[in-house]
């Protein structure tokens, strides 16, 4: 690889209309396995709501060129009119995301997101919605909207004026359908490990971590219920953390997932500590920590540096002792295989960074 410790890397995550057939999504994701400068981080096919999640990263000139090529292909080989009844999408090329790694702020990807907006509505004549970051829009919110229009009720809205895509014409094209376009931060999967068997319990600390907040109890032990019959719930530690818990392998064991949405609010070992002292009012201790699959090395530097004990020495700390003070932090090493060399982002992209 060739990419520079001072190069501005990026991730990019394309959804898109197509799950059910592997050769056509294969033949999309070839262009980036075969690219030396890029690294496939994800291609995850959901057959049964037809779409695939395509996720690469590298410098972000080379990611954004290979996504040119990435969307030619996508809209020579899919036909959007003939899959949208099946697929949780909306377009053939559903959204494109830009997600920044290193050296690039998320603001920058805002204004990169909208210039390549603009040029790919203007190449490709392709109406864009913004959303998320780059918009005052939710994601799922608009989604599950567009998703619900058949495709005369999506050319209505556009001829009314209902629907107004950010850029390029009022105009749909059955075929292709409508592309979103947005920016985020990287989500970093967490899983921590209990000591109790009892999937209930774990479920109750799960939610009062996660942003849906445990589930309220009368004295009966029932659940309480709002007037329209939902369940009610206490407020969730973490707005921006989503969980769910799950047998473990091992008996007399379960498991917490925690995706986080933002790394930074809270660090990693914020939420291993809140987990430990929900999970200790239930009696249950931590096990152990692993990371799944990616996370990008500022996710490791913000953890360290919001530890009291370190942030004011971690400019002099190197590479290989911020590692062990991150696996120690979070204790990765009891049940996790953690590998910070294929795990790590930048490391996969650039290898002497960290030699």
Not at 139 to 152: F, V
Request: charged letters at 25%; hydrophobic letters at 40%.
């Amino acid at each position: 690889m060739t990419i520079g410790v001072d190069s501005k890397v990026i991730v990019v995550a394309v959804k898109i209309g197509e799950g059910k057939s592997v050769e056509k999504v294969d033949k999309i994701a070839q262009i980036v396995d075969l690219h030396s400068d890029l690294i496939l981080l994800d291609l995850r096919r959901r057959p049964e709501y037809n779409y695939s999640i395509l996720k690469f990263g590298g410098e972000i000139s080379t990611v954004l060129e290979t996504l040119d090529i990435i969307n030619e292909k996508i809209f020579n080989l899919l036909d959007f009119s003939n899959t949208r009844s099946l697929a949780n999408a909306t377009g053939s090329l559903s959204s494109i995301v830009l997600i920044p790694i290193r050296n690039i702020a998320i603001d920058d990807c805002k204004v990169y997101i909208r210039t390549y907006a603009q040029n790919f509505s203007e190449k490709f004549r392709q109406p864009v919605i913004l959303f998320a970051e780059a918009a005052h829009q939710d994601r799922k919110r608009i989604n599950r909207y567009l998703h619900s229009l058949t495709a005369k009720q999506f050319a209505k809205e556009f001829e009314t004026g209902k629907i107004v895509p950010d850029f390029g014409k009022n105009y749909f094209n059955p075929r292709r359908g409508i592309t979103l376009m947005g920016v985020r931060k990287y989500i970093v999967s967490a899983m921590f490990y209990l000591d109790t068997g009892n999937l209930d319990i774990a479920q109750g600390i799960a939610d009062e971590i996660g942003k849906q907040g445990r589930i309220l109890y009368d004295r009966e032990g029932k659940p309480l219920r709002h007037q329209n019959g939902n369940i009610r719930r206490g407020k969730g530690k973490f707005p921006t953390v989503s969980t769910v818990a799950g047998n473990f392998v091992m008996e007399n064991m379960t498991q917490i997932l925690c995706n986080l949405e933002d790394y930074d609010h809270p660090n990693l070992f914020e939420l291993y500590k809140t987990v430990k002292e929900v999970a200790n009012k239930d009696v249950v201790e931590i096990l152990g920590t692993s990371i799944i699959e990616y996370l990008p090395w500022s996710a490791i530097e913000t953890t360290i540096l919001q530890h009291e004990k370190y942030h004011q020495s971690l400019q002099y700390l190197s590479i290989q002792e911020k590692l062990t003070i991150f696996i120690k932090l979070l204790n990765l090493e009891s049940i996790g295989d953690f590998n910070p060399y294929r795990q790590i982002i930048d490391f996969q992209l650039i290898p002497s960074l960290f030699i």
